[in-house]
């Protein structure tokens, strides 16, 4: 089951939340951004928490927290498909016509 992070009513989703490959079955999720980084893993309701804050700060647009929505798909190819990239999940958006970027790092915390 996928989670997807929807601001108003846009179709195309901020993030997605996947279950993790090796606990999922423990309830254990990662958020998948559409440029290939992947969130540390934690439950449910942590990374449902973790993906509106992100979304907020990363898309000035996004500002209004009554205007996010989480939808839940029961098939990958509904939200999008996972590709898998040396042991690492990465998103690929289903009506995407372009090929995502190579794995990035996320810049060093300050």
Not at 88 to 93: F, H, K, L, Q, S
Request: charged share 25%; aromatic share 8%; net charge positive.
């Amino acid at each position: 089951m996928i989670w997807a992070l929807h601001y108003g009513k846009q179709e195309r989703p901020l993030v997605l939340a996947i279950p993790d490959q090796q606990f999922g079955d423990r309830g254990m999720f990662r958020l998948h951004w559409p440029d290939g980084v992947v969130s540390e893993m934690a439950n449910l309701t942590r990374i449902r928490e973790a993906g509106r804050l992100d979304a907020r700060v990363l898309n000035p647009e996004c500002q209004n927290p009554n205007q996010f929505e989480w939808r839940r798909y029961k098939a990958p190819l509904e939200a999008g498909y996972v590709a898998q990239n040396e042991g690492a999940a990465r998103v690929v958006p289903a009506n995407s016509k372009t090929r995502l970027p190579a794995e990035r790092t996320p810049p060093p915390s300050k």
